[in-house]
Protein backbone atom coordinates (compact mmCIF):
# COMPACT_ATOMS: atom_id res chain seq x y z
CA UNK A 1 0.00 0.00 0.00
CA UNK A 2 1.37 3.14 -1.18
CA UNK A 3 1.69 5.90 1.79
CA UNK A 4 0.18 9.54 0.96
CA UNK A 5 2.44 11.73 -0.41
CA UNK A 6 3.13 14.91 1.50
CA UNK A 7 1.54 16.99 -0.87
CA UNK A 8 -1.78 15.09 0.07
CA UNK A 9 -0.95 15.53 3.85
CA UNK A 10 -0.59 18.87 4.05
CA UNK A 11 -4.04 18.83 2.69
CA UNK A 12 -5.44 16.54 5.21
CA UNK A 13 -4.08 18.35 7.92
CA UNK A 14 -5.12 22.18 6.42
CA UNK A 15 -9.12 20.41 6.26
CA UNK A 16 -8.83 19.63 9.40
CA UNK A 17 -7.62 23.15 10.14
CA UNK A 18 -10.29 24.58 8.50
CA UNK A 19 -13.35 21.46 10.16
CA UNK A 20 -12.47 22.94 13.55
CA UNK A 21 -12.67 27.00 12.49
CA UNK A 22 -16.11 25.87 11.04
CA UNK A 23 -16.84 24.03 14.31
CA UNK A 24 -16.54 27.55 16.33
CA UNK A 25 -19.53 29.07 15.01
CA UNK A 26 -21.91 28.07 17.97
CA UNK A 27 -19.03 28.97 20.45
CA UNK A 28 -18.79 32.14 19.57
CA UNK A 29 -22.57 32.92 19.49
CA UNK A 30 -22.31 31.96 23.01
CA UNK A 31 -19.63 33.98 23.58
CA UNK A 32 -21.42 37.47 22.29
CA UNK A 33 -23.68 38.99 24.37
CA UNK A 34 -25.99 40.83 21.58
CA UNK A 35 -28.84 39.73 19.34
CA UNK A 36 -29.10 38.35 15.71
CA UNK A 37 -29.36 40.98 13.68
CA UNK A 38 -25.81 42.53 15.53
CA UNK A 39 -23.97 39.09 15.58
CA UNK A 40 -25.07 38.96 11.65
CA UNK A 41 -23.91 42.39 10.61
CA UNK A 42 -20.92 42.19 12.18
CA UNK A 43 -19.73 38.91 11.16
CA UNK A 44 -20.22 39.27 7.86
CA UNK A 45 -18.30 42.28 8.02
CA UNK A 46 -15.48 40.88 9.48
CA UNK A 47 -15.95 37.36 7.71
CA UNK A 48 -16.08 39.25 4.56
CA UNK A 49 -13.21 41.28 4.18
CA UNK A 50 -11.27 38.58 5.58
CA UNK A 51 -12.58 36.38 2.45
CA UNK A 52 -12.33 39.24 0.39
CA UNK A 53 -8.19 39.85 1.68
CA UNK A 54 -7.57 35.94 1.10
CA UNK A 55 -8.79 36.47 -2.41
CA UNK A 56 -6.80 39.26 -3.27
CA UNK A 57 -3.66 37.31 -2.20
CA UNK A 58 -4.33 34.29 -3.69
CA UNK A 59 -5.32 35.31 -7.34
CA UNK A 60 -3.12 38.57 -7.00
CA UNK A 61 -5.58 40.69 -9.46
CA UNK A 62 -3.88 43.67 -11.71
CA UNK A 63 -7.48 45.54 -10.92
CA UNK A 64 -9.91 45.62 -8.35
CA UNK A 65 -13.29 46.87 -10.62
CA UNK A 66 -13.12 42.83 -12.09
CA UNK A 67 -13.31 41.78 -8.10
CA UNK A 68 -17.01 43.38 -8.12
CA UNK A 69 -17.87 42.29 -11.15
CA UNK A 70 -20.16 39.20 -10.60
CA UNK A 71 -21.75 37.20 -12.66
CA UNK A 72 -25.66 35.44 -12.31
CA UNK A 73 -24.33 31.89 -10.80
CA UNK A 74 -22.18 34.20 -8.08
CA UNK A 75 -24.95 35.98 -7.19
CA UNK A 76 -27.44 33.34 -6.99
CA UNK A 77 -24.77 31.08 -4.74
CA UNK A 78 -24.23 34.32 -2.48
CA UNK A 79 -27.72 35.14 -2.64
CA UNK A 80 -28.57 31.56 -1.36
CA UNK A 81 -25.45 31.19 0.94
CA UNK A 82 -26.38 34.70 3.15
CA UNK A 83 -30.00 33.59 3.56
CA UNK A 84 -28.38 30.38 4.89
CA UNK A 85 -25.96 31.72 7.07
CA UNK A 86 -28.91 34.17 8.81
CA UNK A 87 -30.88 30.97 9.62
CA UNK A 88 -27.64 29.46 10.48
CA UNK A 89 -26.60 31.79 13.59
CA UNK A 90 -30.73 32.77 14.55
CA UNK A 91 -30.73 28.59 14.95
CA UNK A 92 -28.07 28.82 17.89
CA UNK A 93 -30.49 31.27 19.84
CA UNK A 94 -33.48 28.57 19.92
CA UNK A 95 -32.05 25.54 20.38
CA UNK A 96 -28.56 23.69 21.55
CA UNK A 97 -25.28 23.81 19.52
CA UNK A 98 -25.21 20.42 19.36
CA UNK A 99 -28.83 20.00 17.86
CA UNK A 100 -27.68 22.34 14.93
CA UNK A 101 -24.28 20.58 14.69
CA UNK A 102 -26.05 17.50 13.85
CA UNK A 103 -28.55 18.11 11.51
CA UNK A 104 -26.33 20.18 9.74
CA UNK A 105 -24.42 16.72 9.17
CA UNK A 106 -27.28 15.78 7.15
CA UNK A 107 -25.88 18.31 4.06
CA UNK A 108 -24.05 15.24 2.09
CA UNK A 109 -27.44 13.32 2.16
CA UNK A 110 -29.41 16.02 1.37
CA UNK A 111 -27.43 17.50 -1.66
CA UNK A 112 -28.16 13.85 -3.36
CA UNK A 113 -31.55 13.83 -3.20
CA UNK A 114 -31.78 17.10 -4.14
CA UNK A 115 -29.54 16.38 -7.19
CA UNK A 116 -32.18 13.68 -7.54
CA UNK A 117 -35.42 15.67 -7.35
CA UNK A 118 -33.45 18.83 -9.81
CA UNK A 119 -31.30 16.82 -11.81
CA UNK A 120 -33.08 13.17 -12.08
CA UNK A 121 -29.61 12.16 -10.62
CA UNK A 122 -30.81 8.61 -9.11
CA UNK A 123 -28.97 7.89 -5.81
CA UNK A 124 -27.54 4.21 -5.47
CA UNK A 125 -28.98 1.74 -2.64
CA UNK A 126 -26.56 2.38 -0.21
CA UNK A 127 -27.37 6.33 -0.29
CA UNK A 128 -31.01 5.53 -0.02
CA UNK A 129 -30.44 3.54 2.97
CA UNK A 130 -28.05 5.84 4.43
CA UNK A 131 -30.86 8.82 4.07
CA UNK A 132 -33.26 6.82 6.08
CA UNK A 133 -30.84 5.99 8.97
CA UNK A 134 -30.11 9.88 8.79
CA UNK A 135 -33.93 10.58 8.45
CA UNK A 136 -33.81 8.72 11.76
CA UNK A 137 -31.10 10.46 13.13
CA UNK A 138 -33.07 13.74 13.18
CA UNK A 139 -36.50 12.23 14.06
CA UNK A 140 -34.92 11.45 16.93
CA UNK A 141 -33.19 15.09 17.70
CA UNK A 142 -36.77 16.18 17.29
CA UNK A 143 -38.38 14.11 19.25
CA UNK A 144 -35.72 14.50 22.11
CA UNK A 145 -36.45 18.55 22.01
CA UNK A 146 -36.96 20.20 25.24
CA UNK A 147 -39.75 22.61 24.21
CA UNK A 148 -41.16 24.66 21.60
CA UNK A 149 -38.14 26.75 21.04
CA UNK A 150 -36.21 23.67 20.29
CA UNK A 151 -38.46 22.83 17.50
CA UNK A 152 -37.81 26.40 15.59
CA UNK A 153 -33.96 25.76 16.38
CA UNK A 154 -34.67 22.43 14.19
CA UNK A 155 -36.81 24.05 11.71
CA UNK A 156 -33.99 26.67 11.48
CA UNK A 157 -31.15 24.55 11.25
CA UNK A 158 -32.72 22.32 8.66
CA UNK A 159 -33.76 25.20 6.65
CA UNK A 160 -29.49 26.18 6.46
CA UNK A 161 -28.68 22.75 5.95
CA UNK A 162 -31.33 22.25 2.52
CA UNK A 163 -29.92 25.61 1.38
CA UNK A 164 -26.27 24.87 1.56
CA UNK A 165 -27.27 21.20 0.36
CA UNK A 166 -28.86 22.99 -2.73
CA UNK A 167 -25.46 25.23 -3.46
CA UNK A 168 -24.07 21.59 -4.76
CA UNK A 169 -26.63 21.52 -7.21
CA UNK A 170 -26.58 25.12 -8.80
CA UNK A 171 -22.90 24.43 -8.94
CA UNK A 172 -24.11 22.73 -11.85
CA UNK A 173 -26.15 25.03 -13.42
CA UNK A 174 -23.31 27.55 -13.15
CA UNK A 175 -20.38 25.23 -13.74
CA UNK A 176 -18.19 28.55 -14.05
CA UNK A 177 -18.67 30.02 -10.63
CA UNK A 178 -16.15 31.57 -8.92
CA UNK A 179 -16.34 30.34 -4.96
CA UNK A 180 -14.60 33.36 -3.32
CA UNK A 181 -16.23 35.87 -4.79
CA UNK A 182 -19.72 34.48 -4.12
CA UNK A 183 -18.41 34.16 -0.54
CA UNK A 184 -17.36 37.51 -0.16
CA UNK A 185 -20.58 38.84 -1.89
CA UNK A 186 -22.74 36.45 0.65
CA UNK A 187 -21.55 38.14 3.17
CA UNK A 188 -22.09 41.56 1.80
CA UNK A 189 -25.86 40.35 1.15
CA UNK A 190 -26.27 39.24 4.77
CA UNK A 191 -24.53 42.44 6.31
CA UNK A 192 -26.92 44.93 3.80
CA UNK A 193 -29.62 42.80 4.83
CA UNK A 194 -29.37 43.27 8.37
CA UNK A 195 -29.34 46.88 8.68
CA UNK A 196 -33.05 47.12 8.96
CA UNK A 197 -32.93 45.38 12.14
CA UNK A 198 -29.83 46.55 14.06
CA UNK A 199 -30.89 48.34 16.90
CA UNK A 200 -27.66 49.89 17.45
CA UNK A 201 -24.03 49.83 15.63
CA UNK A 202 -22.37 50.49 18.93
CA UNK A 203 -21.12 47.95 20.70
CA UNK A 204 -19.13 47.15 23.55
CA UNK A 205 -14.98 45.99 23.31
CA UNK A 206 -15.82 42.61 24.46
CA UNK A 207 -18.50 42.23 21.71
CA UNK A 208 -16.58 43.93 18.83
CA UNK A 209 -13.64 41.84 19.68
CA UNK A 210 -14.86 38.34 19.76
CA UNK A 211 -17.39 39.87 16.63
CA UNK A 212 -14.01 40.42 14.67
CA UNK A 213 -12.61 36.76 15.88
CA UNK A 214 -15.46 35.67 14.67
CA UNK A 215 -15.64 36.59 11.29
CA UNK A 216 -11.69 35.89 10.90
CA UNK A 217 -11.72 32.55 12.22
CA UNK A 218 -15.05 30.99 11.31
CA UNK A 219 -15.52 32.40 8.03
CA UNK A 220 -12.19 33.54 6.78
CA UNK A 221 -9.38 31.17 8.25
CA UNK A 222 -11.82 28.39 7.74
CA UNK A 223 -12.24 29.19 3.93
CA UNK A 224 -9.14 30.26 3.16
CA UNK A 225 -7.69 27.23 4.74
CA UNK A 226 -10.38 24.88 2.86
CA UNK A 227 -9.80 26.55 -0.18
CA UNK A 228 -5.70 25.45 -0.13
CA UNK A 229 -6.73 22.22 1.05
CA UNK A 230 -8.96 20.45 -0.65
CA UNK A 231 -6.98 21.23 -4.23
CA UNK A 232 -4.33 18.51 -3.00
CA UNK A 233 -6.85 16.19 -1.38
CA UNK A 234 -9.51 13.71 -3.32
CA UNK A 235 -13.36 15.51 -3.04
CA UNK A 236 -14.31 12.37 -1.00
CA UNK A 237 -11.42 12.73 1.57
CA UNK A 238 -12.56 16.53 1.99
CA UNK A 239 -15.88 15.63 2.13
CA UNK A 240 -15.40 13.05 5.21
CA UNK A 241 -12.75 15.51 6.92
CA UNK A 242 -15.34 17.91 6.46
CA UNK A 243 -18.00 16.45 8.77
CA UNK A 244 -15.41 16.66 11.78
CA UNK A 245 -16.88 20.04 12.72
CA UNK A 246 -20.04 17.87 13.53
CA UNK A 247 -19.10 16.00 16.82
CA UNK A 248 -16.39 18.92 17.16
CA UNK A 249 -18.87 21.62 18.09
CA UNK A 250 -20.88 19.72 20.39
CA UNK A 251 -17.94 19.30 22.62
CA UNK A 252 -16.55 23.23 22.63
CA UNK A 253 -20.17 23.61 23.95
CA UNK A 254 -20.10 21.13 26.57
CA UNK A 255 -16.36 22.23 27.63
CA UNK A 256 -17.29 25.64 27.78
CA UNK A 257 -20.79 26.25 28.30
CA UNK A 258 -21.92 22.91 29.83
CA UNK A 259 -24.58 22.36 27.15
CA UNK A 260 -25.08 18.70 28.75
CA UNK A 261 -25.52 15.92 25.94
CA UNK A 262 -29.35 14.20 25.89
CA UNK A 263 -29.45 10.69 24.87
CA UNK A 264 -31.14 11.76 22.26
CA UNK A 265 -28.70 13.96 20.82
CA UNK A 266 -26.12 11.50 21.15
CA UNK A 267 -28.35 8.32 19.58
CA UNK A 268 -29.54 11.29 16.69
CA UNK A 269 -25.78 12.39 16.13
CA UNK A 270 -24.38 9.12 15.79
CA UNK A 271 -26.92 8.12 13.31
CA UNK A 272 -26.45 10.97 11.13
CA UNK A 273 -22.69 11.28 11.16
CA UNK A 274 -22.34 7.62 10.19
CA UNK A 275 -24.92 7.64 7.95
CA UNK A 276 -23.27 10.36 5.74
CA UNK A 277 -19.60 8.70 6.22
CA UNK A 278 -21.40 5.83 4.89
CA UNK A 279 -22.39 7.48 1.96
CA UNK A 280 -19.17 9.71 1.20
CA UNK A 281 -17.14 6.13 1.62
CA UNK A 282 -19.62 4.44 -0.67
CA UNK A 283 -19.40 7.10 -3.94
CA UNK A 284 -15.93 7.16 -3.68
CA UNK A 285 -15.22 3.83 -4.24
Not at 20 to 31: H, K, Q
Not at 104 to 119: D, F, I, K, N, R
Amino acid sequence: MRAPSSHAVIGVILICIAAVSWSTAGLFTRIVTTDIPTILFWRSLFGGLSVFIIYIIAHRPKALLPLFRFSLGEIVLACVSGIAMCLFISAFFYTSIANVSFIYGTSPLETVMLAWLLLKDKPAIVTTSATFVSGCGVAILAWGGQDFTDAIGLLLAGGMTVLMASLAVFVKYFPHTDAGKATYLSALIAMVAMVPFVESFAVNAHNFIWLAVYGFVNVGLGFGIYLIGVARVSPATASLLGLLEVPLAPIWAAYFFNEALTIAMIIGGVLITAAASIHIRATAS
